[in-house]
């Protein structure tokens, strides 16, 4: 019969980077952060990486350490995939997967993704940043937005993640920025609020303009020279008001929840302070750490 320690380690293994929390009495003792993310584990060496990376957290061979995971580490391309489970669903009871272990100092839960069927949908990852807000507001009814390279914006009742939308607001701000005619336009590394509230009231005024506008930043820096900075703030105006025209129903005139880094939730605060009844904001990491506590928390009481 396994023995089994009486701390445990939490992990958020993403794509690009690990974390690791090691948890004691529910605080944390000690954590590891590095840039091993899954895509950089080679030959799937998923379990020897993760050994050489808290091997100092492990005891004797007679004692066992529960270690819960979510993220891109249970997906089709991590260690073993953790089937979506279909929204609508209940984040205190969320499925995982336990994948075999040759080293038996260490047990291993990774957390299930959501998906949703119709529109079709997935996350993984950000279930658990949600998990960690609802922790603390069981009874939210409103909105998350967790805005990034894919944002999400999810509906949640009674502890449930109800249906959500994904927009690749992000990702297309990188692709725009950097692999089209605008790269020697947006070279600016700063934001300025104020020109992106406006460049987001002008595609809410003329959505079918959007890719015009693009243009036109363009056309501006090659007529007018102007600041960096104005195009910069312009293209992320200009895609932040495509993804809210796209999530309308989910953010206007109702409470909203942001979580994500720090800069992200501020413009997007900015951005919908006067739209939305209420704004609370959460950093992410803080949320992930919190959900993973809320998952061992439901895990437990299910055992």
Known sequence: MEKFCDKWIAID???SSFRAYLIHNNEVSDTIETKDGMKFVNNHLFEQTLLSLIEHWLGDSDTTIEILASGMVGSKQGWVEAPYQQTPCNLNN???VTPFLKDTRISLKIFSGVSQINPPDVMRG????ISGFL???QNFKGSICLPGTHSKWVEINNNNIIKFKTFMTGELFEIISK?????HSVTSDKIDKVELLKSVDEIFKKPESFSNSLFQLRADDL????DPLIYKSKLSGYLLAIELLGSVEYWKDNEIVLIGNSDLIDIYEYVLHKKVKSIKKFLSGEMVLRGLKNFKKNFNKII
């Open 13 to 15: 293994w993403g794509t």
């Open 179 to 183: 692999n089209s005619v605008l790269i």
């Open 94 to 96: 969320l499925n995982y």
């Open 223 to 226: 007529i007018n020279y102007r």
């Open 135 to 137: 922790d603390e507001y």
């Open 126 to 129: 950000e279930e658990t940043q």
